[in-house]
């Protein structure tokens, strides 16, 4: 545990502060919703509440985290946006298609909603038009995903946000603040396993002390594709809810953690780690933690 | 005389990513292959029939190529030098390799390496804070890529674009650790305008120099000045400039060239690297030089 000599941004959307010195914030949760199949929005509503509820008891911030595969499913999810959600309630769309970041993004402008969208995310296959929709309609906050497929290492990861490794025509911090994005996270990019996986973690503190910016991962990806994994079943769950406190560990802000019904174990172990981390911060740094912080609603 | 020229490229060649096939790639946990754009570099060169080729160097400027792999380099906006230089595992053999495996049997292979000199003018230096002794370290690490390299290929080209502006007195050192004890043929490429420079080009080991002869003409008339054993790689078309230059131009050129060097010129190539021309310019730009080399040698 460890306190940067660089000052840490403290980004903050819809009452939801990401970001700071390790030890004041606790770690945002970003729980998966509709990665499979027609979004089925009753089951939804009902992992999210008790999400929503955990958030609450814990302390540690929820993001419901919309994972949206297909144009046709934009406003059947963006309609449940609108209906379930609380209104202050901060939110994530997490869409690869390119044509499908078009329509959602003027969806979200249509409803109003982009003072509480986290974009999920912009990368090196960012197209023009991409970049047209994102200054149209611009989302309160960004998530950079800084994949470098020239290199998976933290300097690759530094590398495409600087200068886009050659692959975008400027890196991707400047490409983001271009498009008028002021509230930037970054992910590092967890890979396949064996790739390289360990970078994503030990990237945390290298970009949190070269930016300041809040940073985080979704570790979880790579035990969702550990196949050795397969031999333990019962622990599987344990292990992936588990993997999310490597983040917090290396100092980073929020965790991607897979399915929202994972969030069960997730919030209390996460909250767990923020509590021992915060009190090793304050005891060394008298870096004492935010009043929402579970070792403030738990102790 | 006895004409037997060789069509070639001095190192890179366009390439335009798929960005977002490399992100899918990422998103479905699939390893990120390199192999689809050094084939696109391959094939054209091949398409256009040159008697030599390369690996298009497609999977970064030339100087990340080497800094990417070398220890003690760290790539940001520039590379930075954080710690000494050594060479750590091959560099670019398993793209040499793949290329070899593309290409017909009567085709040639060069290799390239970013000379020295070069890299350490290129990189900002965190700790030698001594250009000289980053510039040697740079040479013995690429000696290590040398010395693996001539296995897999037909030259090896070092490229030295620095050598343009000034060559440092340690420069034909730095070049001879790369070259001493090569068994294939390597050749210094160094574009830009060399005349102020070419007493000292001359003392360098190599077997072929590669100038850029068609945007800086003027280096002939400092050229003819001397009397030296090297061979000469005529740099006959534009590499910062989309006009296509005709077969005319191009004898027209090549020509000149002749009689200023006669049996000298070993090769025809474009004046530097065609990575920032579009691509079909600087196909078009090789399917000329070519009508040109196979005119010439009958």
Redesign the interface.
């Known amino acids: 545990m460890f306190s940067f000599t660089r000052e840490q941004e403290i980004l903050e959307i819809s009452n939801t502060k990401i970001g700071g010195q390790p030890g004041v914030y606790p770690t945002v949760l970003f729980g998966g919703l509709f990665f499979k199949g027609e979004p089925n929005c009753e089951t939804a509503e009902k992992y999210l509440n008790n999400m929503l509820n955990l958030s609450k008891r814990t302390g540690n911030p929820a993001i419901p985290d919309f994972f949206i595969r297909r144009e046709e499913y934009v406003e059947k999810i963006t309609n449940f946006i609108e209906r379930v959600l609380p209104k202050s309630q901060p939110f994530s769309i997490d869409v690869t298609d390119p044509q499908v970041k078009l329509r959602i993004l003027e969806c979200l402008y249509e409803k109003n909603l982009l003072s509480r969208t986290i974009y999920n995310s912009i990368h090196v296959g960012i197209t023009d038009e991409e970049r047209e929709a994102l200054a149209k309609y611009t989302p309160k906050m960004a998530i950079i995903l800084a994949f470098n497929p020239k290199d998976k290492s933290p300097d690759g990861k530094i590398e495409v946000l600087e200068n886009g490794a050659h692959l975008t025509d400027i890196g991707l911090l400047d490409i983001s603040k271009k498009l008028g994005i002021k509230k930037i996270l970054i992910d590092t990019a967890a890979l396949a396993p064996g790739d390289n996986t360990g970078a994503a973690i030990a990237a945390i503190p290298v970009i949190k002390e070269e930016y300041g910016l809040p940073t985080g991962c979704a570790i979880h990806n790579v035990v969702e594709k550990s196949k050795w994994l397969n031999d333990f079943e019962s622990a599987r769950k344990t292990v992936d809810a588990s993997s999310n406190v490597n983040i917090s560990l290396f100092g980073g802000d929020f965790a991607i953690f897979g399915p929202i019904l994972n969030a069960d174990i997730v919030f209390p172990t996460v909250a767990w780690q923020d509590i021992l981390i915060s009190e090793y911060t304050e005891n060394y740094f008298g870096i004492s933690p935010d009043v929402n912080h579970p070792r403030r609603k738990l102790f | 005389m006895n004409i037997n020229i060789k069509t070639c490229v001095i190192g890179s060649y366009p390439v335009l990513?798929d960005?977002?096939e490399?992100?899918?790639?990422?998103?479905n946990?699939?390893?990120?292959s390199w192999d689809k754009y050094i084939q696109c570099a391959v094939s054209d060169m091949v398409n256009a029939g040159l008697d030599i080729v390369s690996d298009g160097q497609t999977?970064?400027?030339f100087i990340?190529i080497f800094t990417?792999k070398l220890t003690g380099c760290?790539?940001?906006?520039r590379t930075e030098i954080v710690d000494k230089v050594e060479y750590n595992a091959p560099i670019t053999i398993k793209d040499q390799k793949y290329v070899r495996n593309l290409i017909p049997n009567d085709k040639g292979l060069t290799g390239v390496i970013t000379g020295p000199y070069t890299l350490s003018k290129s990189c900002i230096d965190l700790y030698y804070k001594d250009e000289k002794d980053l510039a040697f370290d740079f040479a013995h690490a690429l000696k290590q890529e040398a010395k693996v390299l001539q296995k897999h290929v037909d030259m090896i080209s070092i490229d030295e674009p620095f050598f343009s502006n000034e060559i440092p007195d340690y420069g034909k050192e730095l070049i001879e650790i790369i070259t001493k004890d090569i068994y294939c043929p390597t050749r210094l490429h160094a574009c830009g305008n060399v005349s102020n420079v070419i007493p000292e080009l001359l003392e360098i080991p190599v077997d072929i120099f590669s100038h850029e002869f068609k945007a800086s003409p003027q280096i002939f008339d400092v050229f003819k000045e001397y009397v030296f054993p090297q061979k000469i790689c005529l740099g006959s078309v534009r590499s910062d400039n989309t006009r296509v230059e005709s077969v005319e131009e191009i004898m027209e050129h090549t020509k000149k060239g002749m009689e200023i060097f006669g049996e000298k010129i070993v090769q025809l190539a474009p004046d530097c690297g065609q990575r920032l021309l579009p691509r079909d310019v600087a196909f078009q730009k090789l399917k000329n030089l070519v009508k040109v080399g196979e005119k010439i040698n009958g």
Do not use: K
Request: hydrophobic share 30%; net charge positive; aromatic share 14%.
């Open positions: 990513t960005t977002m490399l992100m899918y790639g990422y998103f946990g699939e390893e990120i999977r970064d400027p990340q990417r760290r790539i940001r906006a």
